[in-house]
């Protein structure tokens, strides 16, 4: 059974940083195109970042020059490096499969609620 166990979440000011990890557990990791998402209750889930099995990341511009996405295939964990955090930033953050490139998502884990205060 395959399972995504996000964290690193928390309360931060403006400005701040948070570094979010992704745990994969029960399939093999390095044959996925990966990224994290992030939802807003009411909205639909955001692509926020992407990586390839290359280590090529692709960015939202909403994201873009503040947000670092990352793997380690060898300990089947995905990273998401947060800078410069905005309230805008606000939201429970995911990680699966990247949905543009893979069409059968994993489960999806619980999440990680990240708050920017202002």
């Known amino acids: 059974q395959v399972q995504l166990a996000e964290s690193g979440g928390g309360l931060v000011q403006t400005g701040g940083s948070l570094r979010l990890s992704c745990v994969v557990s029960g399939t093999t990791f390095t044959g996925y195109n990966m990224a994290w998402y992030r939802q807003v209750p009411g909205n639909q889930r955001e692509l926020v970042a992407r990586?390839?099995?290359?280590?090529?990341?692709i960015y939202a511009d909403s994201v873009k020059g503040r947000f670092t996405i990352s793997r380690m295939n060898v300990w089947k964990t995905l990273f998401l490096q947060m800078d410069s955090l905005k309230p805008e930033d606000t939201a429970v953050y995911f990680c699966?499969?990247?949905?543009?490139?893979?069409?059968?998502?994993?489960?999806w884990g619980q999440g990680t609620q990240v708050t920017v205060s202002s």
């Open positions: 699966n499969k990247d949905r543009q490139v893979h069409s059968n998502m994993f489960s």
């Open positions: 990586i390839d099995t290359r280590n090529n990341p």
